[in-house]
């Protein structure tokens, strides 16, 4: 919601603040923005956001051409207010949708939330395909009208810094 101006172009995740492009290049989507990158209607389909005037968007998981191509998650991520406390109890929660635009209706599972104690370079996102998150749902997401919550609570096990969106499996 925190816009330094009106996305007018992919990948501009940036001007959100504070959040950042952990790999590959996330999307936001706003009312104000032009034909394709609007809220509702934007090149990926027709959504509300589910609070508020904008969106991000960010592939999960998509598969080269290639049979043997590497495949393609982006990441967003963000730098906490403060350092969580180690043996404290934290609550996650968030909301995700599949988008509904033709050709990239494509399910997705392993949503989630991980939690890192240094910020990450873009270039160094694919460290972060671990198979493991913090907080995730391993359920398909394939509805593309309604939101679907992810949330969950976890304590701390370290002074961690920085938490990222994606798939990490």
């Keep these: 919601e925190d816009v330094l101006f009106c996305p007018n172009g992919l990948g501009q995740i940036y001007v959100a603040t504070p959040w950042e492009n952990y ?9 104000c923005s032009p034909f394709g990158l609007s809220v509702p209607q934007n090149h990926l389909g027709y959504q509300f956001a589910h609070s508020g005037n904008c969106m991000a968007g960010v592939i999960t998981f998509r598969k080269q051409s290639s049979p043997n191509g590497p495949n393609t998650r982006e990441f967003l991520g963000v730098e906490l207010i403060q350092p ?17 635009g033709l050709p990239v209706v494509v399910s ?7 939690l890192l104690t240094y910020g990450i370079d873009s270039s160094l996102g694919h460290l972060l395909v671990s198979n493991s998150a913090t907080i995730f749902s391993d359920s398909l997401l394939s509805d593309t009208t309604s939101w679907f919550k992810i949330s969950g609570s976890f ?12 798939n990490f499996f």
């Design 23 to 31: 790999r590959i290049s996330p999307d936001i989507f706003c009312e």
């Design 84 to 100: 969580l406390v180690i043996g404290t109890e934290y609550f996650f929660s968030g909301y995700i949708n599949c988008s509904g």
């Design 155 to 166: 304590i701390a096990d370290s002074t961690y810094t920085h938490m990222v969106l994606g």
């Design 108 to 114: 997705a599972n392993n949503f989630g939330m991980k």
